[in-house]
């Protein structure tokens, strides 16, 4: 007979994407660094809080369009030097051009995202990774989708600030987002009362 909790399901994961250093083919090719028909030479570099994380200088061989190509990473990460090749196929698309899909390396799956850890990239699954949402209760959900709106409308990261009819759709997002976190947030205030016994709760009109 097995103890307490022997039945219970294992995790696989062994992280969240949100806390390792990551390479989109789809911003390298925004950013021209992945260009198919050529080759291209550039440092990508990875910053936490605003700070200076990591670098990596990529050579990326794009040029025989037909047979893919190949990224080499090499660089000085937070846990040592990295020296790595990721295939990568490019696959033609209906309305003209290619797409471009790394291949992880261990599982040899196409991918469009490869994250760092143990001294290598590979895909999410490859390398037991899960989303910081999964974790996340319903409150914590609607707080972060909140958050990423928010983000979006002062044009964060690698996206502009949206404009015009996007810009109207995005702060209707947002106002429904608040709407919805602040209804979940006062319905748990409202369980937890008709628990304890309370007469008044936050929020509620007099």
């Not at 047979?67 to 309305?95: L, N, T, Y």
Request: hydrophobic share 35%.
């Amino acid at each position: 007979m097995g103890g307490i909790g022997s039945g219970a399901r294992r995790s696989t994961h062994i992280g969240n994407v949100e806390e390792v250093l990551a390479l989109d083919i789809r911003v390298l090719r925004r950013l021209g660094v992945v260009h198919p028909g050529e080759c291209t030479c550039d440092t990508v570099h990875w910053s936490i809080g605003g700070l200076s994380a990591s670098s990596a200088r990529l050579r990326v061989d794009l040029s025989d369009i037909e047979r893919g190509g190949v990224m080499a990473i090499s660089g000085e990460m937070s846990d040592g030097a990295i020296k790595q090749h990721i295939a990568i196929e490019m696959v033609p698309s209906p309305f003209g051009g290619h797409r471009c899909y790394f291949i992880c390396p261990t599982s040899g799956q196409r991918c469009e995202v490869i994250y760092y850890t143990g001294g290598r990239f590979g895909s999410r699954k490859a390398q037991r990774l899960s989303y910081a949402v999964q974790g996340m209760n319903e409150i914590s959900r609607a707080r972060r989708k909140t958050a990423k709106l928010r983000s979006r409308l002062s044009g964060s990261g690698d996206q502009p600030r949206p404009r015009g009819r996007n810009r109207i759709d995005t702060v209707r997002r947002l106002r429904e987002a608040e709407f919805e976190a602040k209804t979940l947030y006062l319905d748990r205030l409202r369980n937890l009362a008709d628990r304890s016994g309370a007469q008044r709760i936050p929020g509620d009109a007099r």
